[in-house]
């Protein structure tokens, strides 16, 4: 099983770019990236995924190293509502002995 | 179109008791699961449904834990003599392909007297 880790906690201030990173040393060759967004009372969100390189939507980006052993979440010039949990999930498309197992997630707090 | 739902959005029960959660997926999506998330934690995979058939069921916590989806589409999860450390969030997700682009519901607040 991949397993990921990340930072606890981040604080940032309104209107910077956040930048959070997830650990998935043993990354299977099958396996994608992907993070979710969680607010309280509220089920898990996708934001985003990847397999390789850089992936860009319209609420984040997504860079992940040649050896994709971790990965970075980038969202660009944060406001307070993106006070969330974070969590980087890596998985396979091809189901055999794994499960999605998502972390303790990355609590950010954006700070007016 | 609409998202994943569940119901009930919140279930009080005594110790004991037996429960059923019902998760309505996205329409079209053979892929279902169910997690678990207690305070401060993130979700706990419970199983995972490709179409009718249970493909992983290896996250349910013991044999009080059951769940079906018996036409593919919505799915019920069953906790009999429930317990207060079966208090949690029970979160259900869909998606079209394995893995990819999971839709969670809002989920059911059980808690356990």
């Known amino acids: 099983l991949a397993k990921t880790t990340q930072p606890i906690s981040m604080d940032s201030y309104e209107g910077q770019e956040v930048n959070i990173t997830c650990s998935h040393n043993n990354i299977a060759t099958n396996d994608y990236i992907t993070w979710y967004q969680q607010f309280p009372s509220q089920g898990p969100r996708f934001i985003i995924q990847g397999y390789k390189t850089k992936v860009t939507n319209e609420v984040a980006s997504l860079f992940i190293p040649a050896d994709r052993k971790s990965s970075t979440l980038s969202l660009p010039r944060v406001s307070l509502s993106d006070t969330a949990v974070y969590y980087c999930l890596v998985g396979g498309t091809n189901f055999g002995n794994e499960k999605l197992t998502f972390g303790t997630g990355t609590r950010l707090t954006i700070i007016p | 179109g609409a998202g994943v739902s569940q119901t009930p959005s919140n279930k009080v029960t005594e110790k004991g008791k037996y429960v059923e959660l019902r998760c309505d997926p996205i329409?079209?999506?053979?892929?279902l699961y169910w997690y678990r998330q207690s305070l401060g934690q993130g979700p706990e995979f419970l199983i995972y449904f490709q179409g009718t058939g249970a493909a992983d069921d290896s996250g349910l916590p013991n044999d009080r834990f059951f769940a079906v989806r018996p036409e593919g589409s919505v799915s019920t999860l069953k906790i009999q003599r429930t317990e207060r450390g079966d208090s949690a969030v029970y979160l259900c997700?869909?998606?079209?392909?394995?893995?990819?682009?999971?839709?969670f519901g809002p989920g059911t607040r059980l808690l356990v007297l």
């Open positions: 329409s079209g999506h053979t892929a």
């Open positions: 997700a869909s998606s079209l392909i394995y893995g990819q682009m999971l839709h």
